[in-house]
């Protein structure tokens, strides 16, 4: 079975709190704080695993929890820190913000390397670091903060230099079995390609391109109708396509009137897609009857689209030589493979978080306490202006400014959160 888009939860470990112990050995009867720091919880740590091409791992399985950081111990000693939890996926995987749509990233960026996704919570320091001159019997510690969680999306965006596109039964699948290493499965009827299929086509010594046979593509595959709506998506990162059609007309379609309905599909689609380089290939040409196909009206059409025009049989092998060598060309002029640019910010983590905040009055001072704002709070520099800023962003961002003032906040009373004090301006 072939999955290619998943929701999934994950989250990063917690980390460990911090010990409250004091060293004891004989002879010492009141030794100083001794209590070791929370060790930091586990990542989640996406990576490509090039041996795959579906995401059907993530069918039945779709929590994935990071273990939290050891607790301190007596004697200075750290608690573990966890170990980052590794999720493998396919390289040309998005993963993308369940709340928002956005990209978080683009497994293909930097060569496929590792991205961490969620962090894992810090851990808390142990009460030998609250001593001073005056306090040198501390008896609290500090906790470890929450790990990182949310909710999302990954998208399967095939890498692939060239795509096949066309209707059912035009001999897709069949020229990339031609072409390739690839074996499809092949058969007299539509829809009989249920998913993507890659090949690697060689071009001599060891150089190469990556072709994909993209089925179901038919009238109103935008909207949904046929394959197409599911597997438009792998076309997107295609430098160059291969519009094939039966050029035969054994099943009695118009091959102009095929060319103009799949190019409306992908215009639907993505605007970006449809100005994508064309080479239209003219498949079944061993069983071309020019007698009863307008081969001039078919070619002027061709022209008009500006379009270069190759006549194919992958029955008999014509043309298969010279196809390959002209995509070979077109791909050296081509630009490079697209790769996604993140449209998530550190802001975005926050915007579903307000639903999850309490306000509390007392006197004239509104209290905000939440626990992600807890997380957050050790975050923030407050000496920092810039820091400030990505504060006083994501608090607007997650409704917590809007919240403050349905509890009757107005300008000049006294905001606390967790110790941290200002006076609320509108």
């Keep these: 079975m072939f999955v290619d888009n998943v929701k999934i939860y994950i989250k990063a470990g917690d980390g460990g709190n911090g010990a409250i112990a004091f060293h004891r050995e004989k002879y010492v009867s009141h030794g100083g704080p001794s209590g070791g720091d929370g060790g930091h919880g586990g990542n989640i740590v996406f990576r490509v695993d090039k041996g795959t091409n579906t995401l059907l791992a993530f069918r039945y399985k779709h929590k994935f929890i990071a273990a939290n950081g050891g607790n301190g111990k007596s004697e200075k000693f750290h608690g573990a820190t966890a170990d980052d939890l590794i999720i493998s996926v396919p390289e040309g995987t998005l993963i993308k913000d369940a709340v928002t749509g956005k990209i978080i990233h683009d497994m293909t960026e930097n060569g496929g390397a590792d991205y961490v996704c969620c962090k894992g919570g810090r851990g808390g320091w142990g009460n030998r670091h609250f001593a001073t001159p ?33 209707y059912p039964s035009v001999g897709k699948s069949s020229i990339l079995s031609c072409i390739s290493a690839a074996k499809p499965k092949i058969a007299d009827y539509h829809f009989t390609t249920l998913s993507p299929n890659l090949g690697v086509v060689s071009t001599g010594a060891e150089s190469g391109f990556v072709a994909a046979d993209i089925p179901g593509l038919i009238e109103g595959a935008s909207e949904g109708l046929g394959l197409g709506h599911a597997f438009l998506r792998h076309v997107d990162r295609c430098r160059l396509l291969l519009h094939v ?49 307008d081969i001039p009206a078919f070619e002027a059409y061709v022209k008009e689209l500006d379009c270069e025009l190759i006549y194919v049989s992958a029955a008999t092998g014509e043309g298969l030589d010279e196809l390959v060598s002209l995509c070979a060309e077109r791909l050296a002029e081509l ?48 000496d920092d202006y810039e820091s400030m800023n990505y504060f006083q962003k994501v608090l607007r961002n997650s409704g917590v400014f809007d919240l403050l003032e349905s509890k009757g906040c107005t300008e000049g009373h006294t905001v606390s959160i967790y110790d941290f004090e200002f006076d609320y301006v509108k």
């Design 134 to 166: 005056t306090r040198q019997i501390p008896m609290f510690a500090k906790n470890g903060t929450k790990g990182e969680e949310k909710e999302v999306i990954l998208e399967l965006k095939m890498l692939a230099d060239v795509g096949l596109i066309g």
């Design 335 to 382: 630009p490079p493979m697209l790769i996604y640019e993140s449209e998530y910010t550190p802001e975005d983590a926050y915007a579903e978080k307000g639903k999850e905040t309490t306000v509390r009055r007392e006197n004239d001072t509104f209290i905000v306490e939440g626990e992600w704002l807890y997380n957050l709070m050790g975050q923030i520099n407050f």
């Design 245 to 293: 059609v039966d050029i035969s007309c054994f099943e009695g379609r118009d091959p102009v009137e095929d060319i103009k309905l799949i190019n409306t599909e992908l215009e639907k689609y993505s605007p970006a897609l449809a100005l994508r380089p064309q080479i239209i290939v003219a498949n079944k040409c061993d069983a071309l009857d020019r007698d009863h196909v």
